[in-house]
């Protein structure tokens, strides 16, 4: 700890001083994410009971109300809190909307990639071989790809549309997690335990779930909560793109894309969506660093 | 270590081909490629042009003769034809490649001289005020998305300030300097946040070591000491990272570009991807696959020179 006010005078009852609750607080809140969890909770909440919340509908268009500041300012009105876009649409009410799709889309692709990719990682590692080889080349050639570009490609190919943006984003993280969990097996193969695990005549299939996996499980979850905030990024990038979900849905990359030759007229259309994508981002940030220090220290390098 | 460095050049190979497969798997995954090519509204197309297309793909040929004349024409330079565009993949590309390496280097310059330096004041003001900036700094940049950012850039200095152009390219010495700095500002933001940790724990790491504490105890200059005694130490992993940067610039610049209206390769992607242009996507993506292997081979070699410690196995 390297703070300026040592933490032994905190919360001591002789000091009276006005900092002391704001400083105890302080430390509290640095031991535990306290803050990027409120993030999450809160988006976890919006997405799903998101349209009970929306004030308006954000999928139908109001010509009338097209580009409503928000209500601070002159012209605003207090019906649209941050405002509407080009089509009349009330930003807040899309931004609790895009909540859902975030959520959805981003966890799911997390969860893919990271069973697909810890599974191969588990199997190459273990077992060695031909397989090892196969699976390592092609690992290989997807690292040489430029991410974005394939991931163009692939939209480009079987078209847009939900599962094909879970498909091509769990693409972007299975091959980290196969690398470093290959890496933790091959090393954990040749531990005592595992041997003797052999020798007492357990199956390949039982070794590999009760005595490597939760070898390598910390790493894989502390890893996989660091690379979200790039999954979020990517999905943004590809809705701002035009290569996310197809409208009319609406998500927060799509909102700042199609507004985004009215900022110097409306910022607020493109302003306060990308807010959202940094606040959740840097949430996830956070909390996987938390989780680092707190899970595998040994990982503190990445 | 010849033959370790020949190791890396025929997996590079390997990878490569790999890569390859890969994109021609895409091209026929959806069975017929021509159904790609021209997408979903090519049904009205003239059936002449049609089979003529198929006996430029060589479709009546099986499958793996196919992947033999795609790898064979590629090899020889020959990407086939850009469909929206009716010109040679590999003209187009060389046409817009000069301004993507200008706006990717310049940013890959400017991500490293703002990154590197903060990254060693950061460390060695471990714990002070600057570090938290500085650290506050790199958290915004790994947060922001990119497009966002740079949309807010053309709101403040181009909309509201006017100061600096909102995009395209601009001719002339100066006028081309002003539209180069919004894009690479933007594009170096994200670059710059990852130098500045990466130098950060590899400093810290050897600002620990007994042989610092030593050179100061001797009394040796501070800046001395962090300068030529600590960060000539922690400067691999940040020249690792570089190279990687660089790399990430291609997804970069797909944005950037698009915000912009850069006239590079990134936003050709993006027009290729309207236009259901397969060919040139894939010429593009397997030039930049080529040209990055190219560039971790050379890094091996620049480790090598750095660092005699290294030793490969």
Redesign the interface.
């Known amino acids: 700890m390297n703070t300026f006010i040592s933490k032994k005078n905190i919360g001591n009852k002789t000091d009276r001083s006005m900092w002391n609750f704001p400083l105890r607080m302080f430390f509290i809140m640095r031991r535990y994410p306290i803050i990027p969890m409120m993030v999450i909770g809160l988006l976890i909440i919006t997405a799903i009971f998101g349209t009970w919340m929306e004030p308006h509908d954000p999928i139908r268009a109001d010509v009338l109300s097209r580009h409503i500041p928000p209500f601070w300012m002159e012209g605003g009105d207090t019906k649209f809190i941050l405002g509407t876009d080009a089509l009349g649409r009330d930003v807040l009410s899309r931004i609790i909307g895009g909540a859902s799709v975030t959520l959805l889309v981003v966890t799911a692709s997390v969860t893919t990639g990271v069973v697909v990719g810890t599974g191969l990682g588990l199997v190459t590692g273990y077992f060695g071989g031909l397989v090892d080889d196969v699976v390592m080349r092609i690992v290989d050639a997807w690292g040489i790809l430029p991410q974005l570009l394939i991931i163009i490609i692939i939209v480009l190919t079987f078209g847009q549309g939900l599962f094909v943006l879970i498909g091509v984003l769990a693409m972007l993280s299975w091959t980290g997690a196969v690398r470093l969990v290959r890496a933790e097996t091959l090393s954990l193969r040749s531990r005592d335990y595992v041997l003797l695990a052999q020798i007492a005549g357990a199956s390949n299939t039982r070794i590999i779930f009760r005595h490597i996996l939760p070898g390598v499980i910390n790493m894989v979850i502390v890893t996989a909560t660091l690379g979200t905030g790039t999954i979020i990024l990517t999905e943004a990038s590809l809705s701002f793109l035009g290569a996310g979900i197809p409208p009319p849905d609406p998500t927060w990359g799509k909102m700042v894309g199609d507004e985004r030759m009215y900022v110097g007229a409306a910022w607020w259309t493109s302003f306060f969506p990308g807010i959202a994508i940094a606040m959740v981002v840097m949430s996830g940030n956070f909390l996987g660093d938390w989780m680092r220090d707190r899970f595998d220290p040994t990982l503190r390098q990445l | 270590m010849a033959k370790v460095i020949l190791r890396r050049i025929v997996?590079g190979f390997?990878?490569?081909?790999?890569?390859m497969?890969?994109?021609f798997s895409?091209?026929r995954?959806?069975g017929d490629p021509r159904y790609?090519f021209i997408g979903p509204e090519g049904i009205g197309i003239d059936p002449e042009v049609w089979d003529l297309m198929g006996e430029k793909l060589h479709l009546d040929k099986p499958v793996p003769v196919q992947f033999a004349y795609w790898v064979s024409d590629m090899v020889r330079g020959d990407f086939g034809e850009s469909i929206a565009l009716q010109r040679p993949v590999l003209q187009v590309i060389k046409d817009r490649l000069p301004n993507t390496l200008k706006l990717a280097v310049a940013s890959w310059i400017l991500g490293t001289i703002i990154g590197v330096p903060l990254g060693v004041f950061s460390a060695t003001n471990?714990?002070k005020f600057l570090d938290y900036l500085f650290r506050g700094f790199a958290?915004?940049g790994?947060?922001?998305?990119?497009?966002?950012v740079g949309?807010?850039l053309?709101?403040f200095f181009?909309?509201q300030l006017q100061w600096l152009p909102a995009g395209t390219k601009g001719e002339g010495g100066f006028i081309s300097f002003k539209h180069l700095l919004l894009p690479a500002i933007t594009l170096a933001w994200y670059p710059a946040a990852s130098y500045l940790r990466i130098t950060r724990?590899a400093m810290l790491e050897v600002l620990d070591t007994e042989y610092v504490k030593l050179a100061r105890a001797k009394g040796v200059g501070m800046y001395t000491v962090w300068w030529k005694h600590a960060f000539r130490n922690a400067i691999i992993p940040p020249l690792t990272l570089s190279v990687f940067v660089l790399?990430g610039l291609?997804?970069g610049t797909?944005?950037v570009e698009?915000?912009f209206a850069w006239p590079g390769i990134g936003r050709l992607?993006?027009e290729a991807?309207w236009a259901?242009d397969?060919p040139l996507?894939?010429g593009?993506?397997i030039i930049?696959?080529?040209l990055?292997?190219l560039m971790i081979l050379m890094l091996d070699l620049v480790y090598a020179f750095l660092d005699p410690r290294i030793k490969y196995s």
Do not use: D, E, M
């Open positions: 997996l390997i990878a490569l081909f790999v890569a497969l890969i994109l895409l091209s995954a959806t790609i471990r714990g958290l915004l790994q947060s922001l998305p990119i497009f966002w949309i807010v053309i709101f181009a909309a724990t790399f291609v997804n797909v944005i698009t915000v992607a993006i991807l259901t397969f996507l894939a593009i993506t930049f696959g080529a990055y292997l």
